[in-house]
């Protein structure tokens, strides 16, 4: 059985002349444990389906099964819990809670996550052992999107969804963040979504699906990905 089930998704905004339909019946599986990048250009309905699938919105039609439920017919309630047990979040511009340090973000989301990790060991872990106590702006913005990959992580969740979680950083940083969320996804038998507009990385996932008006226009499984560190844009 697919971990995560999509069939026949849409989502339509506006109506008559106004209509947009930011997904227009997608369909695709994930297995289990995939690193799965979701790729297409600007328009495409990338972040619509990301939202769909982290329960930040809900789709005009189709189901969405995840680990066996149709989370699709979910009350916002029952969402609610979804987002906070089940999803980790990451997005480009991080989303730090200014006045609170990078240990504090990171308790925030653990605290509201009934299985949540060992904080400290996670920040160890995404690199950020000596720089726990900075506040956001004392840091640089690949130390604020690891604050923010920790954030996510510590709640433990089962699907990690990262929304062009490279888009602000320069290319040496964005690297080593991709690194990390590749080294996550192997170690640790969760799923980890990146959605993205650079093809480029494409050969680091163990699943890709490119997205183009709305559609799943190809949908390919990689069983050999590459190391980041081997792959240049
Ligand atoms: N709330 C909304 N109301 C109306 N139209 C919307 C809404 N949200 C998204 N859209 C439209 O749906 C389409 C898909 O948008 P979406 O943000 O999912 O694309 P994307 O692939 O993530 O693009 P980008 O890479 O630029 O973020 C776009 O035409 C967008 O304008």
Redesign the pocket.
């Known amino acids: 059985m697919a971990y995560i089930d999509v069939k026949h998704v849409s989502k339509i ?2 109506s008559g002349e106004q209509e ?1 339909r ?1 997904n227009d019946d997608i369909n695709f599986e994930i297995a289990k444990g995939e690193l799965t990048i979701i790729v ?1 250009a ?8 990301l939202n769909i699938l982290g329960g930040m919105d809900t789709p005009t039609h189709g189901q969405i099964i995840v680990n066996g439920k149709d989370i699709s017919t979910d009350t916002s309630k029952q969402l609610t819990t979804y987002r906070r047990h089940s999803i980790g979040f990451v997005f480009q511009f991080y989303n730090l809670i200014p006045n609170l340090t990078a240990l504090e973000n990171v308790e925030l989301a653990s605290q509201i996550s009934p299985d949540a990790l060992d904080v400290t060991e996670v920040m160890q872990e995404v690199g950020l052992g000596k720089r726990m106590n900075n506040f956001p702006a004392q840091l640089s913005g690949g130390e604020q999107q690891r604050v923010a990959i920790a954030r996510a992580i510590a709640k433990n969740p089962e699907l990690l969804l990262c929304d062009e979680p490279t888009g602000a950083l320069d290319y040496k940083t964005g690297k080593s963040i991709l690194k990390l969320l590749q080294d996550f996804s192997h170690k640790t038998d969760k799923n980890v979504i990146i ?1 993205t ?1 650079n093809g480029m990385i494409k050969p680091m996932a163990d699943h890709i699906i490119e ?1 183009g008006d ?1 559609q799943v226009k190809q949908d390919k499984l990689n069983d050999r990905p590459k190391p980041v560190e081997e792959i240049e844009w």
Do not use: M
């Open positions: 905004y506006g947009v930011a297409g600007s328009g495409a309905g990338k972040s619509t389906l959605v507009h997205i709305g």
